[in-house]
């Protein structure tokens, strides 16, 4: 249990330690991504400017060529480039021709795939693009620019290297997402330390309370038994007591035996409570015998109440590993429970099914008047009492479900309930079996 309470601990807090990892890496890196666009975006929009500024210069001198390709070397020669870094291309289409400005770092080959890229790729004006090219085993990668140009007859077009910024990202997010989880595995492990640190005292209290409750109900039952012999001694003389006498007597002898089964259930919760955080050591044990026997013995209760035990359980064969005493009290509960509530004259019915290879579903069915709906999430706590106004007309401490739920969840197994005044009560236990 206290194990269960350190992972989920530790679960909650890498949880909200990774949420406020991701926020803030991704902010990071947003930020910077979003800053190096508007870098981007601001430097070819300067460029921009500045290739139109020198194109309509150009024109208004009439350097630029109209038809011929040598002409055109003629006019790149004159036009003034220098607005160009070394990563940076320039390139003019009109009706007539095309005028690219490719720096002579890049080859042709290069040159080439960018114009088709462009061209194929072609960005809204005002946007920025990213083209991806490969040429001679290498690939590139551009942002193209297309500014807002006046002329009807030509599309300028700008366009920078930032393949070194798309590999630095790239990057960035690789150390993010490492950092990110070695942080995370840290704080884990810090966490699980520390969440363990904290348990300590709980644990103290926890086992001090355990402690005390075992120690109770160990001396509770030697006074009560003291009581209980000598009330059985009055007993003998019960004729020759007063009428009230034998009420009073009668009654003490009723809560007497109400303390010896509450002393004895709260020693059981305090075992299972110790033993659920230890090894437990588990045994072959047969469904069939077992839950044959215990009907049997409980057919002598439900006699006196003229109720009728039917045992429908043709199990044989059947084994699971846990502990006989544990399955054996689990199935005296549930009976026990069910000739309680159930009506004079009715009957309770045990059954068994396979569910697959490895499960068996028992069941426990009684006609009574059945659990009100609004008590059914609560009948496996401890000390509750699904119907206060008979309580204490039928005999019980309220701690028997929660026992029978804790012999279920020792076996790794589940318990669940359903009622209604028209059916009566159902127990389903599932556990696992072993595989024939």
Known sequence: MFEQTRKRLTLMYSGMLALILLVVFVGFYWTLFAIMLRNEQAQLEAIGEKAIHEWKESRERKLLPQSSE?????????????????????????????????????????????????????????????????????????????????????????????????????????????????????????????SGRAMIPINQSYKRQIDFTTDASHELRTPLSVILSSAEILQEKKESLPAFHQTVLQSMLDEIHRMRRL???????????????????????????????????????????????????ALEGVYLMGDGDSIRQLFYILLDNAVKYSEEGSEVVVDAVLDGTNRVVCSVRDYGNGIPKEDLPYVFERFYRADKARSREVEGTGLGLSIAAQIVKMHKGQISVSSSKEQGTLFSVVLPILSS
């Open 263 to 313: 002393a004895d259930d709260l020693l059981t919760l305090a075992r299972s409570d110790v033993e659920a955080n230890q090894e437990r050591h588990f045994q072959k044990v047969g469904l069939y015998g077992l839950i044959r026997e215990v009907a049997e013995r409980m057919q002598i209760k439900a006699s006196a109440k003229k109720v009728k035990i039917v045992n429908r359980a």
């Open 70 to 194: 040598e002409e055109g070397l003629i006019v790149e020669r004159r036009m003034d480039f220098d607005f160009l870094q070394p990563n940076q291309l320039f390139m003019l289409v009109t009706k007539e021709q095309q005028l690219f400005k490719l720096n002579a770092e890049h080859d042709s080959q290069l040159a080439s795939a960018i114009q088709k890229a462009i061209l194929e790729h072609e960005p809204t004006a005002g946007r920025i693009a990213h083209i991806s090219v490969t040429a001679a085993g290498e690939n590139k990668i551009f942002a193209v620019y297309r500014p807002f140009f006046a002329e009807d007859d030509a599309k300028l077009y700008l366009a920078e290297d930032v393949s070194r910024m798309e590999q630095l990202l790239h990057q960035m997010r690789w150390t993010l997402i490492v950092t990110g989880i070695l942080l995370l595995g840290g704080a884990a492990l810090v966490g699980y330390w520390f």
